[in-house]
């Protein structure tokens, strides 16, 4: 085993080159620069980030992430890189080669997706002192609230409708006022944190989890309508408008 280096905080990057949605999305200009660009600057101002590392199977991506000043020590295998690949294998392969070329890993990955280009830097910096405040955790993942519950949601079975979730004692959540229902969170995206050790057990999460609760959805390109959405976004905040969205670490109910 490897040294792991508490309090030390790497920024992951993970962008195949092979997206199906959006092809080469991640190299694609917005706001005239590559999509991954925003992700790498926003890495580098984070004062508590210690490193910033791309993983990549493509060779123009790792180009590209090197001219904006990220490290690209290695290419991830191919089983790593295709449309179902999982992200616990992403980050334990990096934290794998990391720990057999230098012989130790940073305590605390943030995972940086290239899909959401739009951050606030005092935020970010906040969240990981946050979770650095909290060495119980696993880790934290940002959610925001979503416009429909999925209480009131059904799956299709053998001909007919099945509900999705149920409620304690209700046989009928789908019938329940929106208000009784449990609160519930949707996953955006926006940033990530995860203990190395978590990783390097196999899993992104763990078993406890901080909340980093967004108040409004943020920005995550996965569609081509999206990049339009985001280039108007990126061009107020430019002009010193107010940032779209916020961000707390307490539930905003």
């Known amino acids: 085993m490897f040294k792991i280096e508490k309090n030390k905080v790497l920024a992951l990057i993970p962008a195949r080159g092979g997206s199906k949605g959006v092809p080469r999305k991640n190299i694609r200009l917005l706001a005239g620069k590559p999509l991954i660009a925003h992700s790498i600057e926003t890495a580098f101002l984070v004062k508590n980030i210690n490193r910033v590392i791309v993983s990549t199977d493509d060779e123009e991506i790792a180009q590209i992430a090197k001219k904006f000043k990220a490290e690209v020590p290695f ?4 089983e790593f890189s295709e449309d179902l690949s999982l992200d616990i294998d992403v980050f334990k392969h990096t934290l794998t080669w990391l720990g057999e070329h230098e012989q130790s890993v940073p305590e605390i990955i943030v995972h940086l ?40 949601m059904w799956r299709f079975e053998e001909g007919f409708l099945k509900p999705l979730l149920s409620f304690s004692n209700y046989p009928e959540p789908f019938n329940l006022p929106r208000q009784v229902l449990p609160r519930i969170y949707w996953q955006n995206g926006y940033l990530d944190l995860t203990r190395a050790a978590t ?53 905003p109910s």
């Open 75 to 78: 290419y991830r295998p191919k």
């Open 199 to 251: 990783i390097l057990n196999g899993s992104m999460n763990g078993k406890t989890i901080l909340p980093f609760f967004v108040s409004e959805r943020s920005v995550d390109i996965d569609y081509e309508e999206s990049f339009s959405h985001a280039e108007k976004l990126l061009c107020s905040i430019q002009k010193g408008e107010k940032t779209p969205f916020s961000v707390s670490y307490r539930d």
């Open 113 to 152: 997706r290239p899909t959401c280009p739009i951050r606030n830097v005092d935020l970010v910096e906040k969240a990981i002192e946050e979770f650095k405040s909290h060495p119980e955790a696993d880790s934290m993942r940002s959610v925001t609230s979503p416009k429909e519950t999925p209480y009131k």
